[in-house]
């Protein structure tokens, strides 16, 4: 069984740590992996903790970027964890399905930001 109290330890640090990108960053982290240990699933587990610099570089970049994704996120962690705390499975993987999206739009959007900028940037190049 997943530790219900440990994620909700998670989210509630997320919760406080808004304004700190780093410290926001790490209890995501926490969150994503107590998921895979409550799940005794070994093999997510270890990817987990294999790609976690890159998942830390990337979801930094992103929570630098973005004015809003930080509140976003947070609400799908609590949406996600009060699923699994009521055993509802499908909620849970429906909440994190839609967790991922709006992460993956978030990130098309600040790249599409950053490129236009770079463009303008290299069009007043002398």
Do not use: C, W
């Not at 780093?22 to 409550?38: C, P, S, T």
């Amino acid at each position: 069984a997943t530790d219900v109290a440990a994620l909700n330890k998670d989210v509630e640090a997320m919760a406080e740590s808004q304004n700190d990108a780093e410290k926001f960053l790490k209890h995501d982290h926490h969150f994503h992996l107590h998921i895979a240990q409550g799940a005794k699933n070994q093999i997510l587990i270890e990817v987990i903790q294999g790609i976690q610099d890159m998942l830390e570089k990337t979801q930094g970049h992103i929570i630098r970027k973005s004015t809003t994704i930080s509140p976003r996120s947070l609400e799908f962690h609590r949406k996600i964890f009060d699923a699994i705390k009521k055993g509802k499975p499908e909620q849970a993987r429906k909440s994190m399905y839609e967790h991922l999206i709006d992460i993956e739009k978030e990130v098309y959007t600040i790249l599409k930001r950053e490129n236009i900028k770079d463009n303008m940037d290299f069009n007043n190049t002398p």
